[in-house]
């Protein structure tokens, strides 16, 4: 392999590594949430700096595949959770 291709592939490795690292790092609590809505359900995990802003994001990502369209969206986002474990990381 020649070194340019070498040192490519180091620098997309680090960059997904810091990128990883970055989005990580600060997250104190991490928690699974599910969700039911318009007869499915589904359960999505999500880490944050606070048990409330891993809620939210884990909410939002379990209704994703639950609705077709943002007015869907929302009323999947404002029903409340089937359940919700939190834990700290």
């Known amino acids: 392999m020649k070194r340019s291709t070498l040192i490519t592939v ?7 590594a810091l990128f990883f690292y970055m989005t990580t790092a600060r997250a ?17 995990t999500a880490a944050g700096q606070t048990a409330a802003e891993a809620t939210e994001t884990a909410h939002n990502t379990a209704c994703g595949p639950l609705v077709r369209g943002m007015n869907e969206s929302i009323a999947c986002g404002n029903r409340p959770p089937v359940s919700v474990q939190c834990r700290a990381r």
């Open 28 to 44: 104190g609590q991490e928690c699974t949430v599910c969700v039911e809505f318009q007869g499915g359900a589904n359960c999505a």
């Open 10 to 16: 180091a620098v997309i490795v680090a960059v997904v």
